[in-house]
């Protein structure tokens, strides 16, 4: 397996706290990405990085910020949590033109 | 925008037969397509890539085609296995300068037995 690390892996918060979910590699691989996954949506990117502070919005960055101050960490910030981010969110990383290797996952819960 | 579509959110097959998953993009600038599969409960595990100087490409069971005039690529898996049953995902990345990796909405592949 790709040495790639998400925390937690469960997380039930409430509305309106802020969230952090970390992606840890040990792989030196220079892009990471943050996921979410969603019945009837697939995977729908939220942010990535192609490198230390070089961070990107995917097609649903509205109400996430991320952060990328070492190469292995890799931050997903939920500022004020919503019940419509409710989801499973993946991380992955990669070397560039070539695949990608996901996490196991976070499955995170706003009431 | 979705700029990677996968039309068909299921398919059932029988086993031993083929089981062919189709996958369009819009985007021109797609330079390079790959297949995941996802079991319940797991991260994504790639299957399979082809660049976009290439129309064909097999890995064992698993065959993916490449169309790109009319944007549209094709995984085929033979036979069909029962531990194939699973959620397939297309992902294409582009000549943009950064990696960016997009997603289609899956497929949902069930072999029976």
Not at chain 1, 52 to 78: A, C, H, M, P, Q
Not at chain 1, 87 to 96: E, H, K, L, P
Request: net charge neutral; hydrophobic share 30%.
């Amino acid at each position: 397996d790709a040495g790639i690390t998400q925390s937690p892996r469960h997380k039930v918060t409430e509305t309106g706290t802020p969230v952090t979910l970390r992606c840890h590699q040990t792989e030196n691989h220079r892009y990471m990405y943050w996921y979410r996954q969603d019945p009837g949506h697939g995977l729908r990117l939220i942010h990535y990085s192609y490198g230390v502070k070089d961070t990107d919005k995917g097609e649903v960055s509205d109400g996430y910020s991320v952060s990328r101050s070492k190469t292995e960490d890799f931050l997903l910030t939920l500022e004020s949590a919503t019940s419509s981010q409710t989801s499973v969110y993946f991380c992955a990383i990669s070397r560039g033109k070539t695949e990608a290797f996901f996490g196991q996952g976070t499955r995170l819960t706003v009431v | 925008d979705q700029q990677v579509k996968q039309n068909s959110p299921s398919l059932s097959v029988q086993e031993g037969r083929i089981s062919i998953l189709n996958c369009d993009y819009t985007n021109s600038m797609f330079d390079y397509f790959l297949w995941y599969k996802k079991y319940p409960a797991e991260g994504p595990t790639f299957l399979i890539s082809i660049s976009s100087i290439k129309d064909k490409n097999e890995d064992g069971r698993f065959t993916v085609f490449l169309n790109k005039s009319a944007k549209h690529l094709s995984l085929h898996i033979v036979p069909s296995q029962p531990g194939d049953s699973a959620v397939y995902f297309c992902a294409a990345l582009g000549n943009f300068g950064n990696e960016k990796l997009t997603f289609g909405t899956g497929t949902r592949l069930t072999i029976i037995p």
